[in-house]
């Protein structure tokens, strides 16, 4: 029997965490906001997720957007089997669907971060539905799968983005705990600031960014290793627990 799901999810209702990938807003700086807390009502609104509750010594690594499309780190997903999830905003990518073809084909996931990457928060209800269901089916269009995880930008949100998500096929809402600096350094919106079993990574990706996202992925998988853990696909741990 599976468990419900507000016993097994950090979540936030109304207030958005953040601290990953990419340009954000001030005021969503996670560490300064609530710890996330369960939703109400399983069932009828999509988990908010940060960290999966497990017993395997596995973390999971999230890239956000899709500006940088380092070739390399094909072969580092394809030679390392990394199950890795790519959070892709379409205005973004623009012509680089091709790359994420090719990540998909050996083991990357592709998942929805919406069309235009806009702070959601706030905006009403058929303004963010449009953001979400719109990459749901850009993305089905061009891999012939619609993603069930969603990453709002900013990782700010709010109940009516979660309301627009389910609406949309999105079956769970992916923050993270954990996120890259630039200088690889690891940054944590909340708890011990240690990376631990079942943990959400944010890896920033940018085209200017340097060390390159393969060389600040590997020094990421070192660390990950020193600790005794390995990667996990979140989607199977995720479905485990929905």
Same mark, same amino acid.
């Given at each position: 029997?599976? #468990? =419900?799901?507000?016993?097994?999810?950090?979540?936030?209702?109304?207030?958005?965490?953040?601290?990953?990938?990419?340009?954000? =807003?001030?005021? &969503?700086?996670?560490?300064?906001?609530?710890?996330?807390?369960?939703?109400?009502?399983?069932? !009828?609104?999509?988990?908010?997720?940060?960290?999966?509750?497990?017993?395997?010594?596995?973390?999971?690594?999230?890239? *956000?957007?899709?500006?940088?499309?380092? =070739?390399?780190?094909?072969?580092?997903? %394809?030679?390392?089997?990394?199950?890795? &999830?790519?959070?892709?905003? *379409? !205005?973004?990518?623009?012509?680089?669907?091709?790359?994420?073809?090719?990540?998909?084909?050996?083991?990357? !996931?592709?998942?929805?971060?919406?069309?235009?990457?806009?702070?959601?928060?706030?905006?009403?209800?058929?303004?963010?539905?449009?953001?979400?269901?719109?990459?749901?089916?850009?993305?089905?269009?061009?891999?012939?799968?619609? /993603?069930?995880?969603?990453?709002? /930008?900013?990782?700010?949100? *709010?109940?009516?983005?979660?309301?627009?998500?389910?609406?949309?096929?999105?079956?769970?809402?992916?923050?993270?705990?954990?996120?890259?600096?630039?200088?690889?350094?690891?940054?944590?919106?909340?708890?011990?600031?240690?990376?631990?079993?079942?943990?959400?990574?944010?890896?920033?990706?940018?085209? &200017?960014? &340097?060390? !390159?996202?393969?060389?600040?992925?590997?020094?990421?998988? %070192?660390?990950?290793?020193? #600790?005794?853990?390995?990667?996990?696909?979140?989607?199977?741990?995720?479905?485990?627990?929905?």
């Amino acid at each position: 029997m599976r #468990r =419900p799901v507000a016993a097994l999810f950090c979540a936030v209702l109304l207030a958005g965490c953040a601290g990953g990938a990419g340009e954000r =807003p001030e005021a &969503s700086d996670g560490r300064a906001q609530d710890p996330p807390r369960a939703v109400s009502a399983p069932g !009828s609104l999509p988990p908010v997720v940060d960290h999966v509750p497990t017993r395997e010594p596995v973390v999971f690594l999230t890239y *956000d957007d899709g500006a940088e499309r380092d =070739p390399r780190f094909v072969g580092l997903v %394809r030679e390392r089997r990394l199950p890795v &999830s790519m959070f892709l905003t *379409d !205005s973004v990518v623009g012509p680089g669907y091709g790359h994420f073809a090719r990540l998909r084909a050996v083991g990357a !996931s592709i998942q929805n971060h919406t069309l235009d990457h806009p702070a959601l928060r706030g905006l009403p209800y058929a303004g963010q539905r449009a953001e979400i269901c719109g990459q749901q089916h850009k993305l089905r269009s061009r891999f012939g799968v619609s /993603p069930r995880l969603f990453r709002p /930008p900013y990782g700010t949100y *709010d109940r009516t983005t979660l309301r627009a998500a389910a609406d949309c096929g999105i079956t769970a809402v992916v923050l993270w705990r954990a996120s890259l600096t630039a200088d690889g350094e690891l940054t944590y919106t909340r708890g011990e600031p240690a990376l631990r079993a079942g943990d959400i990574v944010s890896v920033p990706a940018g085209e &200017s960014m &340097s060390p !390159s996202l393969t060389e600040r992925t590997g020094r990421l998988l %070192r660390e990950i290793e020193r #600790r005794g853990l390995r990667v996990g696909r979140l989607e199977d741990h995720l479905e485990d627990h929905l």
